[in-house]
Nanobody
Framework: EVQLQASGGGLVQAGGSLRLSCAAS????????VGWFRQAPGEEREGVSS????????YYTSSVKGRFAISIDNDKSTVYLQMNALKPEDSAVYYC???????????????RGKGTLVTVSS
């Protein structure tokens, strides 16, 4: 059974930091592209950050560049998202995803976790 279990969300004041974790199981983690998406109420899903399947390329949406950092621990089959200088507009449900080719391909990544809620107060 494939699982992508995200954790680390919570309530934080603007300017604060959170570190999200996503533990994966049930597939060959180090052969998959992995990444983070977010969705706020009434908003479209947004790709936040990702790492390619060969671990050679990272992606950040423009609004988080310089503030967020994605990292991987292949031994633990875990992907992290360090979020610094958080803003109220970062509030959303964050969930991790995995795909053998790209988490950004349509119609969507092969695997997606349930998400963790991040709320940034002003």
């Amino acid at each position: 059974e494939v699982q992508l279990q995200a954790s680390g969300g919570g309530l934080v004041q603007a300017g604060g930091s959170l570190r999200l974790s996503c533990a994966a199981s049930g597939f060959t983690f180090d052969h998959y592209a992995v990444g983070w998406f977010r969705q706020a109420p009434g908003e479209e899903r947004e790709g936040v950050s990702s790492i390619s399947n060969n671990r050679g390329t990272t992606y950040y949406t423009s609004s988080v560049k310089g503030r967020f950092a994605i990292s991987i621990d292949n031994d633990k089959s875990t992907v992290y998202l360090q979020m610094n200088a958080l803003k109220p507009e970062d509030s959303a449900v964050y969930y991790c995803a995995a795909d053998p080719i790209s988490v950004h391909r349509e119609p969507g990544p092969r695997y997606r976790g349930k998400g963790t809620l991040v709320t940034v107060s002003s």
